[in-house]
């Protein structure tokens, strides 16, 4: 009769192919019974294959894990994900203000930017939180509106109400943002959309016109290098990472198509998308997973995932409250958050699932406004309201759950 094997007693690699097959909550118990478990667990051999099933977490694009702060560790991972999905998060209200905005954001690693109205403003992002004097002010008193706005490594563009586009020059350790230069009659009235490659700048205008021009690196002059036009409000646009093409969405009410695909080496648009497009079913706003998948929602109430390689819509989600879909953020992978129309609500979606994951409402107290734009990176959600900038983290151990996720169903 030989003697009994006991657990602990086994080689290491041994437990490892055992503690494979357990939970994650499992494991983190195994970590207590001793001293060479606690080791073992700790280790990120365990978590490699876990690690990349949950959403929000998945750090694998590039292009994601640079506005992550911070980038977490594979065990963390997984923690911070079964926060996201279960609405264990803190809440912080960092600007707030009367008047009723149309507002925008773009997030970095370091700076968290805002726009409302004439306002614009950045906050330092340092260690989870925003330290104390972390406003830097761009400026209290730009002459028109902003609509929408971008953020590269040494330059802010913004497109503004009265048609105009300006350059905003960055300092290094973004402490100084100093105007720059600006075409002061870019479009005859509100450029509600802007973006940038290393060869163009591309400006869209309420007027129906997609405008090219020089980057921002040569001198910017005031005759385009092309102009486009879709004959029909623009309301979105993004160029591929690649830089090649650009994607153009509108309104939708006189043309066929509420999404065109233009290439910026010859200035022409593609007939590549096949859809059956409902009148008034706008583009509101889009984001690229990859140089072929594109994100894109609006009015109709969908996010729609187009494969540019058969040029058709490949899937779709509906919103739950059967709401427009103002704006969405991804991290280039699975996970998608939107925002929408009603309550101050966002929606948490796995692209690997029919059905949301969670909602999350940015002011239960007020809850007329839609949430006009979000960003999101591992461990942080930010979204504007009209009168409000939300933060939500979920990087924490003794947050209180708020699962709204079973208060609505599908039908």
Known sequence: MTDAWCLDTLPTDVLILIFNYCHAFDLVRLSEVCKRFYDIVQSETLWIKKSKQPVATNQ?????????????????????????????????????????????????????????????????????????????????????????????????????????????????????????????RAHSCDVNAVDET??????????????????????????????????????????????????????????????????????????????????????????????????????????????????TCVYSWADPTDAIVYCISSDYYNTMITGTQFNCKSVLWDQRQKNYLQLYFMNLSRMSSPVYCLAFDSTHLYGATDQQLVELTFSGYSYKETNYKNILRYH
Request: hydrophobic letters at 35%.
């Open 60 to 184: 694998t694009s590039e292009k994601f894990r640079k506005r992550c702060n911070p980038l977490l560790c594979l065990r963390t991972k997984w923690h911070v994900s079964n926060n996201w999905q279960y609405g264990r998060f803190e809440k912080k209200v960092l600007l707030e203000q009367k008047t009723k905005l149309m507002p925008w954001i773009q997030l970095t690693d370091n700076v968290l930017w805002w726009s409302g109205g004439n306002h614009f403003c950045g906050f330092r992002r340092t260690h989870h939180r925003f330290p104390e004097n972390s406003r830097i002010l761009v400026s209290n008193n730009i002459r028109s509106d902003i609509c929408k706005f971008i953020v590269r490594e040494e330059c802010i563009i913004t497109g503004h109400r009265d048609g105009s586009i300006q350059f905003w020059r960055k300092s290094r350790s973004d402490e100084c943002i100093d105007f720059y230069c600006s075409i002061p």
């Open 198 to 311: 290393c060869d163009a700048i591309v400006s869209g205008s309420g007027d129906g016109i997609v405008k090219i021009w020089r980057p921002v690196g040569e001198r910017i002059r005031n005759v385009p290098l092309a102009t486009l036009n879709i004959a029909d409000r623009v309301w979105s646009l993004s160029a591929d990472p690649t830089g090649k093409k650009v994607a153009v969405g509108s309104a939708g009410n006189s043309v066929k198509t509420s999404l065109h695909i233009f290439d910026l080496e010859c200035y022409s648009e593609s007939d590549m998308l096949k859809h059956n497009w409902r009148r008034g079913a706008g583009v509101l706003d889009m984001v690229w997973d990859s140089p072929q998948i594109l994100l894109t929602c609006g009015y109709d109430t969908y996010i729609r995932k187009w494969d540019l390689r058969t040029g």
